[in-house]
T-cell receptor, first 115, second 111 residues
């Protein structure tokens, strides 16, 4: 099956710093990638949808200047949490979808802890 | 709009028991339906899917049938194992629109 690699799996940073999370599709071309946030024991909250080569579409209430998304190639998307604060601590998960199918394949997630 | 409703958890079972996790949906047209599983500390894995009415998705002993008349996609397994302990998410998707997830149901299987 399709494989999506997400890195890092865990990151701890100081308040005020920026953190970049990478999401790669290893064996298919991901025309669309999605970024989710998951709170403890909760469902996934879609943050944004990004199509290769174009600007990401953010969900209502998600600060685009805080959560920068780049999808520069068909195999890589990045999420940068800028000026992170403790309330940004969460589990972030990416997913990717190929051109001609409606199945999303998920990365293993990144646990961000902001001190 | 589209929505998915899952049964509240946790569901607690003994090993080899029969599992049912209910999922119903609201959608216009003919969405595709999915079950994803999330093991502790990991992302989601696609467990099974169905793309049209009466389709049955199956994988690893799990099954779910797309029932349009009852707008349901219940997940079943005849004999659960401890290793099946995880959170299960029902989801729907229409065409290339974003997925709509249920709230997830935690399954705990004891030896």
């Amino acid at each position: 099956g399709a494989v999506v690699s997400q890195h890092p799996s865990r990151v701890i940073c100081k308040s005020g710093t920026s953190v970049k999370i990478e999401c790669r599709s290893l064996d298919f071309q991901a025309t669309t990638m999605f970024w989710y946030r998951q709170f403890p024991k909760k469902s996934l909250m879609l943050m944004a949808t990004s199509n290769e080569g174009s600007k990401a579409t953010y969900e209502q209430g998600v600060e685009k200047d805080k959560f920068l998304i780049n999808h520069a190639s068909l195999t890589l998307s990045t999420l940068t949490v800028t000026s992170a604060h403790p309330e940004d601590s969460s589990f972030y998960i990416c997913s990717a979808r190929g051109r001609d199918e409606n199945i999303q394949y998920f990365g293993a997630g990144t646990r961000l802890s902001v001190l | 709009g589209n929505s998915v409703t899952q049964m509240e958890g946790p569901v607690t079972l003994s090993e080899e028991a029969f599992l049912t996790i209910n999922c119903t949906y609201t959608a216009t047209g003919y969405p595709s339906l999915f079950w994803y599983v999330q093991y502790p500390g990991e992302g989601l894995q696609l467990l099974l899917k169905a793309t049209k009415a009466d389709d049955k998705g199956s994988n690893k002993g799990f099954e779910a049938t797309y029932r349009k008349e009852t707008t349901s996609f219940h997940l079943e397994k005849g004999s659960v194992q401890v290793s099946d302990s995880a959170v299960y998410f029902c989801a729907l998707g229409k065409g290339f629109q974003k997925l709509v997830f249920g709230t997830g149901t935690r399954l705990l299987v004891s030896p």
